[in-house]
């Protein structure tokens, strides 16, 4: 955790980067109103640490948060800066926030965006505190990251009606769900829709118990089944899976990616309240002096977690929800 003198805090800046998250809207919403709250001045910063190395900024006040909670995506723009990632960009970036008044940074996204901010804060002296928005839940320090319930949610519903189609013409269903490395989407969602099997990085399974689990079902009367896939490294992993079930068993299954459409969307209750909750943190954080750590949230209550520890540790998997969903997919 870094310390800096918040006596002199007058202004602070707010930033989305990397993927939007439903809920990121309803955290802009937070930072701005606590921070006016507080008596200070807020600016946005658009499309992420590339406005800052650009000089894109908007001067926010009540009215420019209005009627936006509800709203997904993010009303500040984000994006994914190459220049952060040298030495020289985030020089450009320090100096630029020197001259447009900055006293402190509020930046909400993910593991990529963390690891700027610890960058710039351990190279400049930049106090930044971190929200975590990303619907990966991949963040570590943290129950949830802003975004991840929309889209298990989102994920969800769209499983239900493909189940209904499978259910109809008695088929193999492979749907790939969002996450990047990490499956926490897979198994949450796995768990809630009843899949038969869920593959995921941080529990190998091979397509031979696969197909026994299938020819499981099959033998008790089952007809139609849902296989949930993490994308992993390499979306498009379900079309790979599904050549091997047909080769290692003999079954045909239909393959479903969801992509992006987990990424929109309005955001539910709970990324709306989670969201309010971390970024109004996030910003009485800064008010006490803290930075270089993430505005998180452990048992419903508030938690500081280093920066660092965000991007160089991993986020465990909940190995109870695996074994329950290997005992419910009998």
Known sequence: MGKFNSKNLNHIGVL?????????????????????????????????????????????????????????????????????????????????????????????????????????WKEHQIPIV????????????????????????????????????????????????????????????????????IFMPENKVS?????????????RGKNSSILICAEGDKPGRAYDIAKQIKSVGGFDAKVCILGHIQRGGSPTAYDRNLASRMGSFAVELLTQGKCDVMAGEANLKPVAVGMKDTFSRTKPINRDWITLENILSI
């Open 16 to 120: 989305t980067s990397g993927g939007d998250a439903p809920g990121m809207n309803a955290a802009i919403r937070a930072v701005v109103r606590t921070g006016i709250f507080h008596g200070l001045k807020v600016t946005a910063i658009l499309h992420g640490y590339e406005g800052l190395i650009r000089k894109e900024l908007q001067p926010m006040n009540l009215s420019s948060v209005a009627n936006t909670i509800q709203r997904g995506g993010t009303i500040i723009k984000t994006g994914r800066c190459k220049d952060f990632f040298h030495a020289t960009g985030r020089s450009r970036a320090a100096r630029h926030f020197v001259e447009a008044g900055f006293d402190a940074l509020v930046a909400i996204g993910g593991d990529g965006t963390f690891t700027g901010a610890h960058l710039i």
């Open 130 to 197: 971190g929200v975590a928005g990303t619907i990966d839940n991949d963040v570590f320090g943290t129950d949830h990251t802003i975004g991840f319930d929309t889209a298990v949610n989102t994920a969800l519903d769209a499983i239900d009606k493909i189940r209904d189609t499978a259910a109809s013409h008695d088929r193999l269903f492979i749907v790939e769900v969002m996450g990047r490395n990490s499956g926490h989407i897979a198994l949450e969602v796995g768990l809630a829709c009843g899949a038969e099997q």
């Open 207 to 219: 397509i031979k118990h696969a197909c026994k689990v299938i020819e499981r079902g099959v033998k």
